[in-house]
């Protein structure tokens, strides 16, 4: 009976006091997660891997990421809460980024090696800030608490209708596959696309070239490497993303033009 409360408390939650718009693209949000946790979360983690991580102390690389991360929080346009914007170079040959909430943002020296210009380094920090200012973390952090607060009610109603332990299992996996592969990973792919599109105009907003991203997307696919299909993947298929891109940046053009010559 405490189980069944604890899973009716999830989801009323989610009903009653979750209702949240995302303020870059308007779009509704579950949000089970305040501005405060969310910051604790991401500052206990990045603190965690910069401890882990070996921090570059390559000057040039450190300038421009530095240039490049202010230029782009600058764009933002508005204060984001709790946000103390920290740009940090990680040294390792991993092409990843990364930004958690707090406003810490990482970068690995292979991305950067990968990254010619400032222009392409502007559109994967613009990408990451824009997941920061979205606040997608707590979104699939709030999502996750709602899928399992489903699963415990589904797993109590099993039980208390005595449902075949061996039947029940199979619809507790079942519901687990389908909550992941109907919900979990297309939600995924979505807030990546939003990212992509609301970095660009962080990036054209702070004087980058949004026709980079395109270029940058294609060196990405070119490293190769194994990839799951679309419908088992957290991100859209390079080709969709470089299309999307490529639609995208021409009416970010007038807004790089007027911001190109605003930053030294």
Not at 50 to 57: D, L
Not at 218 to 224: E, I, L, P, S, V
């Amino acid at each position: 009976m405490e189980g069944f409360r604890i899973g009716m408390g999830v989801i009323a939650m989610g009903v009653f006091a979750g209702c949240a718009t995302n303020p870059e693209s308007g779009r509704s949000q579950l949000m089970l997660v305040s501005p405060g946790q969310e910051t604790q979360m991401g500052l206990a983690t990045f603190d965690q891997i910069k401890r882990q991580e070996k921090i570059s102390a390559d000057p040039a690389a450190n300038a421009r990421v530095q240039r490049v991360g202010r230029r782009i929080a600058a764009s933002v346009g508005r204060e984001i809460p709790n946000a103390q914007w920290e740009f940090v170079v990680f040294d390792s040959p991993q092409i990843n980024a990364f930004a958690l909430p707090g406003g810490k943002v990482g970068v690995y020296t292979g991305l950067i090696k990968l990254a010619a210009s400032d222009d392409e380094l502007a559109i994967v920090m613009g990408h990451e800030i824009a997941h920061v200012t979205s606040r997608h973390g707590a979104e699939r952090t709030s999502q996750n608490y709602a899928l399992a607060g489903v699963g415990l009610i589904a797993a109590l109603g099993l039980e208390a209708k005595q449902v075949d332990p061996e039947e029940r299992n199979f619809i507790l996996a079942a519901y687990g596959v389908g909550a992941q592969v109907g919900v979990a990973l297309p939600f995924s792919r979505l807030q990546e696309t939003e990212a992509d599109t609301i970095g660009l105009r962080f990036a054209a907003g702070a004087g980058y070239d949004p026709r980079a991203a395109a270029l940058f997307w294609r060196k990405m696919a070119a490293q190769g490497g194994a990839k799951p299909p679309v419908l088992l993947s957290t991100h859209p298929s390079d080709a969709s993303r470089i299309r999307n891109l490529e639609q995208l940046a021409p009416q970010y053009l007038p807004l790089y033009e007027a911001n190109r010559g605003r930053y030294p």
